[in-house]
């Protein structure tokens, strides 16, 4: 238990080292720090409030874990609900230290690129995007670690943990993606389409709260996310090792956090040091080195503190079963990623197929994308189900648990590289408004454009990760519940199967209206100000840019509430009226459906982006031809469906998982 | 097995007199002649090819059936192929009949509005309907008598009749759906958009090929899927009681089924009689008069015939159990259908509230659709649930089954009542192109708009009995490969589950392609000719519709075949290589993720439809106006989700099913 608290110090220490580091650089003239301070104070209202709901739910579900034992037979208790609150405020604080550092390090990045050129803005947006990526590897394992020993590794207070954070994730993803897309469709469709002004032109007033959007959607959201599948990945092979009885596989996932965390500070350093030309290929290099040397890790952990082992069935696994698991889930999360770069890179067949359909107008262009999405459903999912096999091959179902960790041991690196996207894109929108020169602009339109990429690696790992931590959730509730079958033609099973299948659906819609209705608030204030602002439009006068802040805030914090309480109350309900067996057909149902409805619209989203941005380079008519104007119209259909409704899948699907483990005693 | 012959044959008697009473009505002047000559040579010359090449697959796999025995210790047969023959001549028998009387009835429809106004186009458009529906129940059930009784009742031969139907309706549909949508866009893509003249004009090239495409897919695509829903949840009644061991409960359906035909028949005489000045009023009634005969003769032959049974469970059901099971079947058919009505009709808020979005562009108007889709999907799975726990609660797993054939068994009235739309349309197209008086033209658009409503009921049936019949279809297949329970935590199940989750996305991905090539090769052939046809302008010369009939003909064949070979391949090879248990998981998996899928297509695409019919009535600005191109775009998105992609994965989740329990021995 040393191992990995040092780790989590040692992650915590370099997450000081670089805010240092950031906070001593330059912030930039009078005029980008005034907009970087805009877009923090538009953050951290956004946090505020979002936290004080999230809290009221997190005080209310504790109180109730807590007093459950006092008013029924329900075995559970004061400590689950301590470690519960330790989850989630873990969660939080890391998303809080992310965003603060992430929103001072925007003009910082500008300014790196009037300093030092690419190089300098590379090396500040990274070190902004560890910031985030190592809190949320310190944090939870640090937490993980306290509730572990302080509750002696009781699995159903140590679930309880990762409730927390699984609660604190879903209101992070569904609020910050509502708020992000509100913001940026509503900036959009008046600006853009109606005005007729650029994209982030300081003239209007929604464009503070799309900058603030990429913060609370890409950076909060994103870390939450990862860090939940993180936790309950954790928490999923430790449950199972327990179910066994092996001490030592309960402690595995722990050591090999530790050394993921090391691996991701070399990764990060090596990106920071080796970008020059390419901030590509230092990006992918510095993932793949930390992916490699956590692997190798992994072999001599396994090799030597793995044990030989055999489960229920009576099956026997080798040593080194749990590595090759492992290694099966860290091979099939890259293959994921880059079947997401190949549907949605406009380097490719794909996206360049969808730019020439978008010639026979708008409806071609978003019947494309969807269908492109589906497409890309087909690879993903084989191979997802061939790292299962693989891995219930080495290690039984502990190593589906195991896979699920291998994907999440480089977590640190793998946030460092996906937040540093909206970051650099920040830094972008910093540069615009604050009318520096060309080249900073297309600077940072250069790291913009690597972040997708490699962002699409990040998103092959949450998905899959997600799905197998969904798995191993799965079984931990079947053993918790002592439900040893669930038959599929049982009409139970049958039942919270369908059911399950439906939720994903009924969730997305709502989340779409959510982000709708704050698009068409935002739409009307936008025109608005431009109506009654006198001077705006000839840039005598500056917009009321926080009105607009507000009411991505309110429209996300209105929005998210009823789907957040769905995604707790449903498994309750089925679980309590249905019985077990419906419920655990329900949890499988989610994810059977959820899977690839979160996979189709993320690729779906992001073909339709780049496609858009394909066109804008140029292909096919290029900027306002009518081949453009669809395409704009299916990238912002496009928009909700990869940033809001998509990631927000994968955790309904795990927090419904987590919610029965934790819950289980009562459905017992 | 006297009973059913007769009732067939009554059927069959029913659609001689229907046919002749259509044929000797007048069909009109010399252009309205003219035609619907070329849409009846347009369908022929479609079914012709379409069928060519379903023989092929048809002999193919009869042949493999027929050899298995000889290669392996399979125990399949020639006996199994034989019943899989007559299944598919049934079908592709009744869609030819349906078909060649459907593009007669049109000009005859558009003449009798002429000659007697409302009524008399009303009678005839029904009639025309209602030979596709007594068709498909007279050739359907007769044919499974002859199987039947030819066959001793063997259940591994009678199976193979409804994969015969299967087959083919998978074409039908896949097929159909593609040409009709191909041709649709195509003719609006161009005509509406670019040129500027009105739907149906006699001058756009596409508009036979439109029309052709309104019957091969709406009535003769229509009718294959319920023949086959039809055929399936009665073979599944009499597999699950051929594994109870009792006769009777095996003749059940039969009899209800022979019942349900002479209900359809009384309720198409009603509308024929009933209707004067409110069709709508005149079809609901005459939908709710044969679903109360059923229900009143299920009642009296479950009494009378019905015997208290034991399932393998050890409970006992009462007499009356079958009849509660199809009682819930057919209410929640109704409630299904009702809830597709609310969130498609133009009547209701969620269309009234999608037309009003559309004032903030096409973006929103696609957005809100897809939302709309997916919050529709909730009642329905919920009803369905709900009837699935009260039909096993009542006769256990044949319960499930008997609820599905409860929805099924007036299918004769649901698809006259659907194919009478079709039929509407086409004569509003023909009055359009024969520049008919305008008051013709507004009796049809009443018609058609009457018909869209009642079709939403048939759609539930459709959505409903497919979910009932897989259902009742795997208990079928785990009971032939003899496999006791498919755990839901065992990876092999799971990895079938998270597979047939994905195959419905990966085929929809295929029809959405085949859709939008085959519009793209349309939108170039209706340039063509506008551009190389002197005079077609300006009306003076005539525009090459056979050409455009081609083009339709060969995107649909080419489009069908491969996601028709995915869906007859994929249960094969997961049984083969994943083993059976594997195999349970797939069908479920697709039923799962297929079921709400399909669902939010189909209501997206109704409720888009609509949403822009209603504004075209002058809301939001009506015809012309911003609003309404938004929700053009809308529509055209909307338009292959409702009519190619959404109805297929219907059959795709059907035809999956019932490969695998013909093909059980082939996986023991």
């Known amino acids: 238990m040393i191992i990995p608290a040092v780790a989590g110090v040692i992650a915590l220490l370099f997450v000081a080292y670089l805010s240092w580091d950031i906070l001593r650089k330059n912030p930039g003239n009078e005029k980008m720090v005034q907009i970087s301070k805009l877009v923090q104070e538009g953050a951290k209202a956004f946090l505020r409030r979002e936290y004080t709901y999230v809290s009221i739910f997190v005080i209310v579900i504790a109180g109730l874990i807590a007093i459950a034992p006092m008013i029924s037979d329900v075995q559970l208790g004061w400590k689950t609900s301590i470690a519960f609150v330790i989850g989630s405020v873990v969660s939080a604080l890391a998303g809080y230290i992310g965003m603060s550092i992430a929103t001072r390090a925007n003009s910082r990045t500008a300014q790196g690129a009037i300093d030092e050129g690419l190089k300098g803005a590379l090396s500040i947006a990274v070190s902004g995007g560890a910031v985030m990526g190592m809190s949320v590897v310190g944090l939870a394992l640090l937490g993980l670690v306290i509730v572990y020993v302080v509750f002696q590794g009781d699995p159903t207070i140590v679930n309880g943990y990762a409730m927390g954070a699984s609660l604190v994730a879903l209101f992070a993803r569904s609020g910050g993606g509502i708020f992000t897309k509100g913001a940026d469709m509503g900036a959009d469709l008046v600006g853009k389409v109606e ?395 989610s994810l059977v459906s959820g899977l690839v409805l979160g996979i189709q619209m993320a690729n779906s989203g992001g073909a339709m982006d780049n496609a858009k941005k394909y066109i804008e380079e140029g292909h096919f008519g290029g900027k306002g031809s009518e081949t453009h104007k669809a395409a704009v119209i299916g990238d912002t259909v496009g928009d909700p469906l990869k940033d809001t409704v998509g990631p927000s899948i994968n955790i309904l699907i795990k927090l419904m998982s987590v919610i029965s483990l934790v819950l289980a005693p009562l459905f017992k």
Chains 1, 2 share one sequence.
Request: glycine fraction near 12%.
């Open 195 to 589: 005005a007729n002004i650029p994209e982030d032109d300081p003239r209007n007033p929604a464009v503070i709260a799309d900058n603030v959007g990429d913060n609370v959607g890409d950076v909060a959201g994103l870390g939450a996310d990862l860090l939940e599948s993180y936790v309950e990945s954790m928490i999923a092979s430790i449950a199972i090792a327990a179910g066994l009885g092996i001490a030592t596989l309960q402690l595995l996932p722990l050591q090999i956090a530790s050394a993921g965390i090391v691996a991701s500070i070399i990764g990060v350093l090596y990106v920071k040091m080796a970008a020059r030309n390419n901030p590509q290929k230092a990006l992918m290099t510095g993932t793949y080195i930390s992916a490699i040397l956590t692997a190798v890790a992994t072999f001599l952990i396994v090799k030597y503190n793995g044990v030989e082992f055999t489960d229920e069935s009576g099956t026997t696994y080798g040593v080194l079963g749990p590595f090759w698991a492992t290694l099966a889930g860290v091979i099939s999360g890259i293959i994921v990623g880059l079947t997401s770069e190949y549907y949605t890179s406009s380097d490719y067949k794909p996206v360049r197929k969808l730019a020439e359909e978008s010639q026979s107008g708008p409806a071609l262009t978003v019947t494309g994308g969807i269908s492109l999405g589906m497409a890309s459903t087909a690879i993903p999912v084989i191979v997802l189900v061939i790292a299962v096999l693989v891995s219930v091959k080495f290690a039984g179902i502990y190593g589906v648990a195991m896979a699920a960790f291998g994907m999440l041991a480089t977590t640190g690196m793998v946030v460092s590289v996906d937040s540093y996207g909206p970051i650099a894109d920040n830094a972008g929108g910093i540069a615009e408004m604050a009318q520096l020169d060309p080249s900073v602009r297309k600077i940072t339109d250069n790291l913009d454009a690597v972040g997708n990429t490699t962002a699409a690696i990040g998103k092959g790992f949450a998905i899959g990760s997600a799905a197998f931590a969904a798995m191993g959730l799965l079984v931990a509730y079947m053993h918790s519940v002592e439900l040893e079958a669930a038959d599929i033609k049982d009409p139970y099973v049958l039942v919270g199967l369908i059911l399950g299948g439906m939720l994903p659906y009924f969730f997305s819609s709502m989340l779409f209206q959510a982000v709708s209705k704050a698009a068409f608030q935002m739409i009307e204030e936008v025109r608005r100000q431009f109506r009654e602002i006198k001077g705006l439009m000839e840039g005598k006068a500056l917009p009321d840019s926080a009105r607009c802040v507000d009411i991505s805030t309110k429209g996300a914090i209105n929005g998210m509430l009823v789907p957040g309480v769905m995604a707790i109350l449903a498994p309750v309900l089925v679980g309590l009226i249905l019985g077990k067996a419906a419920l655990a057909g329900l949890l499988v149902g």
